[in-house]
């Protein structure tokens, strides 16, 4: 079955949803504490992931994932400066 990035009905990206389903992010949210073992573990699954793709996309799909990718991590970045604004 192919897992559907946007609700078909609304457009809305549906990343959040999988990432409460998803095993490691629940067992990691097990106990309400995210420990430094944890979060180098899922740094480690991550890279390993990010590893199989680069191996396996053409470089066309590739430059499209990287771009992605690196917008996506944009858009974490900011959003963490604006939470750290509206602290101050």
Known sequence: MTTLWFDPETGALRLDEYVVRNPSFQAI????????EELAAQSQRTLQLLRDLDGRLPD????????ALVEMAVLHAVQLHRTRQSLI
């Open 60 to 67: 066309a799909l590739r430059d499209l994932a990287t771009e």
């Open 29 to 36: 949210m097990a106990d309400g504490v995210v420990t430094d």
